[in-house]
């Protein structure tokens, strides 16, 4: 009984530890940052420290011995091909089909339930070399900025954003700034890879590894009906 209760503590802390959110945060002022924190942890991803490259001596080149040529073997067909030969561009066209749906899930399931987006901030300064081009340009940058944040800001779940695009017909060049923290629990993240892994292997790896020669579809002898031949037979000119 104490075994059942260390191994049900064990399962619940590794479920506690699971649930813990994994944080990603980056930002653009003037340089860009980017770090990832786990509970007390914290990882600097960007920009990264310069690694001193080590000098290593050149060692003496040995001349090694003539070999005697080998006869390339023939190469045999891999799966892809075997699976082509076997069902043609309709299979491959379907196959593409069944992994690109499956991707297409497991981004859905990531992004649209399970990733926070706790603060959005963006600020962009535009400007050219006169009025017209300012204008110009402002319209351009809204018509590609505020789109996919509408959709990101719909379908998403987003707690705190900010987005300013504004035209300044007084400086000299265009800025920007933006700050982005998300984050999402290792748990979901597990079970969507999971869920993904066993959707790809059904749809995607089975069919590649049963590969099979499509039949040809030909009439069934045993399927035609006697008596309608037998009537078609009979019809005929009568005799004189």
């Keep these: 009984m104490i075994a059942l209760y260390i191994l049900l503590g064990i399962i619940a802390l590794i479920l506690l530890i699971l649930l813990i959110p994994v944080h990603f945060r980056a930002s653009y002022v003037g340089s860009l940052k980017a770090d990832v924190s786990y509970a007390f942890l914290k990882f600097k991803l960007y920009p990264t420290a310069p690694k001193q490259k080590k000098k290593k001596p050149e060692a003496p080149k040995e001349e090694k011995p003539k070999t005697e040529e080998k006869q390339e073997k023939p190469k045999e067909e891999?799966?892809?091909?075997?699976?082509?030969?076997?069902?043609?561009?309709?299979?491959?066209?379907?196959?593409v089909r069944d992994a690109a749906n499956s991707v297409k899930r497991l981004l859905h399931t990531i992004v649209i339930r399970h990733l926070i987006i706790h603060d959005l901030y963006l600020r962009m300064d535009i400007c050219g070399r006169h009025a017209a081009e300012c204008a110009e340009k402002y319209g351009l940058v809204c018509g590609m900025v505020f789109p996919p944040l509408s959709y990101i800001c719909s379908?998403?779940?987003?707690?705190?954003y900010d987005v300013s695009v504004q035209p300044d017909y007084l400086a000299t060049f265009s800025s920007a700034e933006f700050y982005i923290n998300l984050s999402i629990r290792p748990l979901a993240l597990i079970g969507a890879v999971i869920a993904f892994a066993f959707r790809l292997l059904f749809k995607v790896v089975l069919k590649l590894v049963r590969s099979q020669p499509k039949q040809a579809d030909q009439p069934d002898i045993k399927d035609i009906n006697p008596a309608v031949s037998n009537s078609q037979t009979n019809q005929g000119g009568a005799l004189s």
Aim: glycine share 8%; charged share 20%; net charge positive.
């Design 78 to 95: 891999n799966i892809l091909q075997k699976f082509y030969r076997n069902q043609g561009v309709e299979g491959v066209i379907q196959l």
């Design 155 to 160: 379908t998403c779940h987003v707690r705190k």
